[in-house]
């Protein structure tokens, strides 16, 4: 089955919405965007979901991770950008599409998310992952209306949506959440 992450996720109500429709995990964003949540809101978003999802916390370089994962605890830490890391938590360690070609470091038991939009909902061609190995999400311009085309295509681990199942910026719509869901499952069936 394929790996589902909301992201920028930003109340209970949304965690609990995407935990109904069936998700694998919510993405709490930490970098300024109208998606970002505190220290505080994350940490009684994660007490919810603890258990039910996957809890993911999302920054832009690494200098805040080991404070704010030491007072949240995430299941995975997703990087935007390089630099150390102290924590254990496994990574999702976020490329463009342009830097496929690269050879990217992923820890022990981490995934690549190939993203060139960064919340801006801008697909990129899904057909040049297809062939990659490893644990790969793809990320950027997924909608329920389009999304099992993206899997047919690529082929990935996972996918991860955020502005593609929202009403407006931060907010989540809980309907479009069920029917992104539904059309990952029936990807899934379609490809057994």
Do not use: Y
């Not at 609990?16 to 998606?35: E, H, K, Y």
């Not at 990574?91 to 342009?98: E, Q, S, T």
């Not at 997924?142 to 910026?169: C, H, K, M, Q, Y």
């Amino acid at each position: 089955m394929t790996w589902i992450k909301v992201c920028g996720i930003t109340s209970v109500a949304d965690a609990a919405a995407a935990i109904q429709a069936g998700v694998s995990a919510i993405g709490l964003v930490f970098a300024t965007s109208p998606r970002q949540v505190t220290t505080e809101r994350a940490r009684e978003i994660a007490d919810f979901a603890r258990g039910r999802a996957e809890i993911v916390g999302v920054f832009k370089g690494t200098a805040q991770v080991d404070a704010i994962h030491s007072a949240i605890s995430f299941d995975r830490i997703q990087v935007h950008g390089d630099g150390p890391l102290t924590c254990a938590a496994p990574l999702i360690r976020v490329v463009k599409p342009d830097e496929l070609d690269q050879e990217v470091a992923a820890s022990e038991g981490g995934i690549t998310l190939i993203d060139g939009s960064e919340g801006r909902g801008i697909a990129f061609d899904w057909s040049r992952v297809r062939s990659r190995a490893g644990r790969f999400v793809i990320a950027g311009g997924l909608e329920p209306e389009n999304v099992g085309e993206a899997i047919t295509t690529a082929r990935p681990f996972g996918v991860d949506v955020s502005s593609g199942v929202e009403s407006s910026p931060g907010r989540k719509d809980p309907a479009r959440i069920v029917r992104f869901v539904e059309a990952v499952r029936r990807a899934d069936a379609d490809h057994r």
